[in-house]
């Protein structure tokens, strides 16, 4: 997409001068790169970035401008992208399946690190990757609360498969770490320690040093009004309990947050289609565009509406189901939203901190799926 040649002063500025009818994202460049330095800074360890919660490249640009040195990336084309811009930036390819075209595609591209959860998985690697210098991270998985959703539905090693992994990943020869995804949205601090002491237990039952410890992404974005995500309180968090369950002499810790990087420096504006008789609200965007995980993760209550000319509408909040523009019955926002009750055609439905899975999964179902996008000094709507 790229910057826009104008850059505004905030999104009401351009929905006023513009009266966009497609969708609009606003992306703030200043907000990236100050929650970029928040993670550099509180984070005890490595910060990289998981490539596929926004794989925009001025989203990339401004994180390596911030200082990002590394980058969580999953598949032969976001390998691509990061070689592309940001030659110098470590990759951590960690999707634990991969096929032997991507793998060999990783190595010519001088990938050193993978991430694996099961037995096939590690010997494919260890068939085609060379040891030298390489690190293997075995990725576990506990039953633990606390997320949006459960990212161990998919992948994960239970505690003693990934002892078993580990101990195999030293005989090969590699570089022996451990990484672990406490689930996407995670506000409970909690998850961390459980998994933190989990990957000291491994090392136990393997009789393995991790060199690393990845503590994954999860990191919450701000979604209720009122409700800030405590990242200062995590980050001390996981510091404190890696040097105890660790017992002093902890793994270098590395953190691979995509929402909790990118989701504030992005807001969305959607168009009011129509109300349909006083009732049902139809917007431009939904689920098959911008809005694609609001119906898996839960909403973003920070939604305001604006009238053509960039005004708030002050009307007592109403309940009100709201819809995308296609013809699918399931492109719908999830439950029923409060909004401005003298809500009207041609209005703007604004949603903050939208920067996270929104972009990155926008379709053309159906015809729609055409996004603008507008850079602007503040997001503050
Ligand atoms: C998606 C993903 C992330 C980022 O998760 P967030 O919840 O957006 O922080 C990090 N690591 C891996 C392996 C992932 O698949």
């Not at 910060?47 to 794989?55: G, L, Q, R």
């Not at 209005?347 to 015809?367: C, H, K, L, Q, W």
Request: with cysteine; aromatic share 8%.
């Amino acid at each position: 997409m790229g910057l826009s040649k104008t850059i505004w002063t905030n999104p009401s500025e351009f929905l006023r001068s513009q009266q966009p009818d497609n969708p609009v994202m606003f992306f703030a460049p200043s907000v990236l790169q100050a929650t970029a330095r928040r993670f550099i800074d509180g984070f005890p360890g490595m910060v990289t970035y998981a490539v596929k919660s926004n794989p925009d490249e001025m989203v990339i640009q401004n994180l390596v401008a911030a200082g990002v040195k590394g980058f969580d990336v999953a598949s032969p084309a976001e390998i691509a992208l990061i070689r592309r811009l940001a030659p110098g930036a470590a990759m951590h390819y960690n999707n634990p399946v991969r096929a032997r075209h991507e793998i060999a595609y990783a190595v010519t591209e001088g990938v050193v690190s993978y991430s694996v959860d099961s037995r096939s998985e590690l010997e494919k690697l260890i068939e085609l990757v060379p040891a030298e210098n390489t690190e293997i991270t075995v990725r576990f998985k506990l039953p633990v609360q606390g997320a949006a959703y459960n990212f161990g539905a998919k992948f994960g090693a239970t505690v003693d498969l990934a002892a078993e992994l580990l101990a195999r990943v030293k005989e090969a020869g590699f570089i022996t770490s451990l990484t672990f995804h406490p689930g996407t949205q995670c506000t409970d601090p909690m998850a961390w320690d459980s998994y933190v002491r989990a990957a000291a237990e491994i090392c136990r039952l393997s009789g393995v040093k991790a060199r690393r410890l990845n503590v994954g992404g999860g990191f919450p974005s701000h979604r209720q009004p009122g409700e800030l995500p405590q990242l200062d309180a995590i980050f001390a968090l996981i510091g404190r309990v890696a040097d105890e369950a660790f017992a002093g002499a902890p793994p270098a810790l590395v953190c691979e947050p995509g929402r909790g990087l990118v989701a504030e420096s992005f807001v969305s504006a959607a168009r009011v289609k129509g109300v349909r008789d006083g009732s049902h609200v139809f917007l431009n965007d939904g689920t098959y565009g911008c809005m694609d995980e609001l119906p898996l993760t839960g909403m973003i209550n920070r939604i305001h509406v604006l009238a053509p000319d960039g005004r708030k509408r002050e009307g007592a909040p109403e309940p009100r189901i709201v819809f995308g523009p296609t013809c699918d019955s399931v492109d719908r926002l999830p439950g029923e939203i409060a909004l401005a009750g003298d809500i009207a055609e041609g209005d703007y439905v604004v949603i903050e901190g939208m920067g996270a899975y929104s972009t990155a999964t926008n379709t053309p179902f159906n015809g729609f799926g055409a996004v603008t996008v507008a850079t602007v000094m503040s997001p503050a709507v």
